[in-house]
């Protein structure tokens, strides 16, 4: 069993039938089925480490916790104006704790759910989403990039790349030259994992040249990895002040200022992503073309992502007839 500033593992009399040889490979199948993304975990991590400290100042044991536990911390954490979604992450990170325990999980019991609907009718909060921008104006951007210096080309091939793949910035971030397959038609981008892609399996985004060399993904970014002049490793990283390169891969975090830099501070990375998803649906690609570049599973996910807040935009009062 885990302590409690760690984020627990599955405990050992769990796998008590297990052949002695194979215990621990057991045990590590089982908890990185249980565990999830990488940024998954480090987001659970934190939250279970500020349960578990709360816990300890009240005299209350974390793991299993009892309902009233649960219920005072979601409780203190509404009171101090934390958002619903940070609310329902610290829950679901709890009841990810016991699971992995293979403990029972405080989080099902029906008080807890009614607390969460109260806490959540009573803020009132919409799940913020990230803004989508305009493809004028997101073409004025690119046009107006200062495309002279390496950090300009490394910009302009990311934004243009994120856009038009429709990229997640774990994605970018963790893109390497060995996943980009250049021909006549285009490019072809092979993604080993995904936060929908857990395991591993081939998918892939496909890349097409623009008649506008300067508005071009393809153009743009080979005139950056002109610049990184090697044939392998990641794509996209990082540059000292004197515009010399660096073997440090971006983070994601730093990708979202480069967005935030040339977009303004109301768009996210997860911007380019759904400006792609709405771009498209307003030049009228169904939800399959859409999902074939995305990766989304359902047309509902298609729809969560589509950002149609103008008014005039897709409204059939324009085909009334009169």
């Known amino acids: 069993m885990a302590t409690d500033n760690q984020f627990p593992v ?95 999980s405080p989080t099902t019991d029906k008080k807890i759910k009614v607390l969460l609907k109260g806490i959540a009718r009573e803020k009132k909060t919409r799940i913020k989403q990230a803004a989508a921008f305009s493809l004028a104006s997101f073409k004025r951007t690119i046009n107006s990039m200062d495309v002279t210096t390496p950090t300009g080309l490394r910009n302009r091939a990311l934004l243009l790349l994120g856009f038009t793949g429709a990229f997640r910035r774990s994605e970018l971030e963790a893109l390497n030259m060995e996943d980009l397959a250049f021909d006549e038609e285009g490019l072809v981008v092979s993604l080993d994992k995904s936060k929908t892609n857990q395991l591993g399996q081939a998918e892939e985004k496909a890349i097409f040249y623009s008649p506008d060399p300067a ?37 994601t975090k730093y990708i979202n200022l480069i967005v935030q830099q040339y977009l303004g501070p109301g768009y996210t990375a997860h911007s380019l992503r759904a400006s792609f998803v709405t771009v498209s649906k307003l030049n009228g690609a169904d939800d399959s073309k859409v999902m074939n570049q995305t990766k989304h599973k359902t047309s509902a996910m298609i729809r969560r992502y589509t950002r149609l807040d103008n008014v005039r935009h897709h409204n059939s009062a324009k085909e009334l007839g009169l």
């Open 215 to 251: 508005l071009c993904p393809i153009r743009s970014l080979q005139a950056w990895l002109r610049v990184l002049d090697r044939t392998e490793g990641c794509v996209f990283v990082s540059l000292r002040k004197n515009q010399q390169v660096t073997s440090r891969r971006l983070t």
């Open 10 to 104: 599955v405990p050992s009399g769990s796998s008590a039938q297990v052949p002695a040889h194979l215990l621990e490979s057991t045990h590590r199948y089982v908890e990185s089925g249980l565990r999830g993304a990488a940024n998954t975990i480090r987001a659970y991590a934190g939250d279970w480490q500020r349960f578990t400290a709360w816990c300890q100042l009240h005299g209350m044991a974390s793991l299993p916790a009892p309902v009233e536990a649960l219920a005072g911390f979601l409780t203190e954490l509404a009171d101090s104006s934390k958002k619903v979604s940070t609310i329902q992450r610290h829950a679901a990170a709890i009841a990810k704790a016991h699971e992995l325990a293979g403990l029972d």
